[in-house]
Each structure stands twice: as structure tokens, then as C-alpha cells.
């Protein structure tokens, strides 16, 4: 009964900030890299950022350095994506997911075993 669930989405103005979580249950949260993947309307899905089992490495596409950090916090079976200066560009609907592997990547999504549902980010004036 493995289950991902994110929140933190919702409607946001240019250059404005959220943070995204994911809590996962039903798995060994600390044996799983989590990725953070995004898909806006008529694009392919998007590796945004990635994290180790633990917290050793990290990646980030391109478009977001600079301006999202991600973390996890084991204790609490949750990681974390904060996005600073959001752009129109950034509208999707994000997911996260988990990966049975001490490594991430952001360019493997079937490496992930267990994806959740996805919180809408919309930024826009």
C-alpha cells in the first residue's frame, strides 16, 4: 500500500514563492530517492529536481537552478520543493515519486516504482 501524496500547490503571481510536500507511507521512505516531475498541457513530462535516499545528492533541470531547493526530512517521511521566483512557464501539475535507489536522476522516470497524483502549480498575473 504504497502511497505518495503532495500538497501544497495552488495559484500564484510571477516571482512569487510555494513549497511543495511529499509525504510517502506504506514504504521504506529512507531506502527511496524521490523525484519531483512536472507536466503542463500539451508538453511531455518534466524532471524538475531530485533527491537521494539520504539527503546526499541532488539535481535540478536547467530551466529551475537558482531558484528551487529540494530536501527531505526522513523523520517525517516527507520531502520538500521549495520554488522561489516562479514563472509562467512553471504552471503544471507536479508529481512526486520514488525510486528503490540511493542515487536520483531527473531523466530516468521509469526508474520510479511509486508516483502520487500530483498538486496543480498555476502562476500567472
Known amino acids: 500500500q504504497a502511497q505518495l501524496v503532495e500538497s501544497g500547490g495552488g495559484l500564484v503571481q510571477p516571482g512569487g514563492s510555494l513549497r511543495l510536500s511529499c509525504v510517502g507511507s506504506?514504504?521504506?521512505?529512507?531506502?527511496?530517492?524521490i523525484g519531483w516531475f512536472r507536466q503542463a498541457p500539451g508538453q511531455e513530462r518534466e524532471g524538475v529536481s531530485c533527491?537521494?535516499?539520504?539527503?546526499?545528492?541532488?539535481g535540478y533541470t536547467d530551466s529551475v537552478m537558482g531558484r528551487f531547493s529540494i530536501s527531505r526530512d526522513n523523520a517525517k517521511n516527507t520531502v520538500y520543493l521549495q520554488m522561489n521566483n516562479l514563472k509562467p512557464e512553471d504552471t503544471g501539475l507536479y508529481y512526486c515519486?520514488?525510486?528503490?535507489?540511493?542515487?536520483?536522476?531527473?531523466?530516468?522516470?521509469?526508474?520510479?516504482?511509486?508516483w502520487g497524483r500530483g498538486t496543480q502549480v498555476t502562476v500567472s498575473s
Open positions: 515519486a520514488a525510486d528503490l535507489s540511493y542515487y536520483c536522476s531527473i531523466y530516468n522516470p521509469g526508474d520510479y516504482d511509486y
Open positions: 506504506g514504504f521504506a521512505f529512507d531506502d527511496y530517492a
Open positions: 533527491i537521494s535516499s539520504v539527503d546526499i545528492d541532488t
